[in-house]
């Protein structure tokens, strides 16, 4: 997460948040985590914390100001995913899940 700030490429941040997300993606329906998974979740939203914020700090400037609020609601999600995976709570964490993942969605219906 540190580094991520310092990355220079729109695309290449979107590359570290689709490697980062589409594994936990396919577990937001579980309804239970293991606490690997939910390891892997906190690790998940701390990269995406970053990105989202370099995304909306770095990248937004020129674009439609939808961008800077998806970049801002995907920070949002990533910060209740966290939370929900450093309490393991299993309901909010395939909520968080699914939230991040409908804010990439409709921003990539968007501005892809």
């Not at 997460?1 to 700030?5: C, L, N, V």
């Not at 990533?78 to 991040?100: N, R």
């Given at each position: 997460?540190?580094?991520?700030?310092q990355?220079?490429?729109?695309?290449?941040?979107?590359?570290?948040?689709?490697?980062?997300?589409?594994?936990?993606?396919?577990?937001?329906?579980?309804?239970?985590?293991?606490?690997?998974?939910?390891?892997?979740?906190?690790?998940?939203?701390?990269?995406?914390q970053?990105?989202?914020?370099?995304?909306?700090?770095?990248?937004?400037?020129?674009?439609?100001?939808?961008?800077?609020?998806?970049?801002?609601?995907?920070?949002?999600?990533?910060?209740?995913?966290?939370?929900?995976?450093?309490?393991?709570?299993?309901?909010?964490?395939?909520?968080?899940?699914?939230?991040?993942?409908?804010?990439?969605?409709?921003?990539?219906?968007?501005?892809?």
């Open positions: 997460p540190d580094q991520i700030p990355i220079d490429k729109l695309e290449e941040v979107m590359r570290v948040q689709a490697a980062t997300m589409d594994p936990l993606f396919k577990k937001r329906g579980q309804p239970s985590f293991t606490q690997d998974e939910f390891a892997a979740m906190v690790a998940g939203a701390q990269k995406i970053a990105s989202s914020a370099t995304v909306r700090d770095k990248f937004s400037a020129g674009r439609k100001p939808g961008f800077q609020t998806y970049a801002g609601d995907l920070n949002k999600h990533a910060g209740e995913l966290l939370a929900a995976a450093q309490a393991g709570d299993a309901t909010q964490a395939g909520a968080a899940l699914s939230a991040a993942r409908d804010t990439c969605r409709g921003c990539h219906r968007e501005y892809r």
